[in-house]
Every structure is written in structure tokens, then in C-alpha cells.
């Protein structure tokens, strides 16, 4: 079992940013590949980043590529997502998952684990 624990959301100014924290603790949290998703309101959730255990081999969503960077300290347990030039169509819940087979797939089925979202706001 795995427990994630987000953090860091908030209300921004378009062209801000804000840096996303995702505690994890379980058994096998420290070996598990790690993703970021978000959910606008009426639509699907959507991969946004992942990052693999050991080599921190990353992968970006393409509309995200250059704005978004994805990192994690394994002696902690934490996933960052830093998020910048915000825009608008940002604005989601964003959602921690881990993925104890380390595939840093973007399909939400390969992830096994999720936590309960924090609310990212991108005010205009």
C-alpha cells in the first residue's frame, strides 16, 4: 500500500507559479515510479508528468513540456511538480499517483495509487 499526500495548491495570477509537493509513505512508495495528473471540472483527468525511481527518467505531456518540471528526493518520499508561466487552462485539481512498476506511463490505469488532489486556480 501506498499513501499520497498533496499539497501546495492555491490561487495565481496568470504568468505565476507554484511549486506542487506530494508526500508519499508505504511500503513501497520509495520504489515507485510517480506521476502528475489534473481534472478541470466536466473533464477527463489527464496525464501531466511522471518521474521513475532510481534513474529520474521523466516524461512530459506535450502541452506542458517547458513550463512544467517534475523531480523527486527519494530520501524524503516527496514528488514535486514546479509549475510555471500558469495559465488559465491550468486551473485543475492535481493529482499525485504511484506506480510501483516504474513504467512513468501516461495512461491513469498503470497507476495504482492516487491521492486526494489539491486545487490549482489560475486567475486571469
Known amino acids: 500500500q501506498v499513501q499520497l499526500v498533496e499539497s501546495g495548491g492555491g490561487l495565481v495570477q496568470a504568468g505565476g507559479s507554484l511549486r506542487l509537493s506530494c508526500a508519499a509513505s508505504g511500503r513501497t512508495a520509495s520504489s515507485s515510479a510517480m506521476g502528475w495528473f489534473r481534472q478541470a471540472p466536466g473533464k477527463e483527468r489527464e496525464f501531466v508528468a511522471a518521474i521513475s525511481w532510481r534513474y529520474h527518467r521523466t516524461r512530459y505531456a506535450d502541452a506542458e513540456k517547458g513550463r512544467f518540471s517534475i523531480s523527486r528526493d527519494n530520501a524524503k518520499n516527496t514528488v514535486y511538480l514546479q509549475m510555471n508561466s500558469l495559465m488559465p487552462e491550468d486551473t485543475a485539481v492535481y493529482y499525485c499517483?504511484?506506480?510501483?512498476?516504474?513504467?512513468?506511463?501516461?495512461?491513469?490505469?498503470?497507476?495504482?495509487?492516487w491521492g486526494q488532489g489539491t486545487q490549482v486556480t489560475v486567475s486571469s
Open positions: 499517483a504511484a506506480d510501483p512498476r516504474n513504467s512513468i506511463a501516461t495512461m491513469k490505469s498503470a497507476y495504482d495509487y
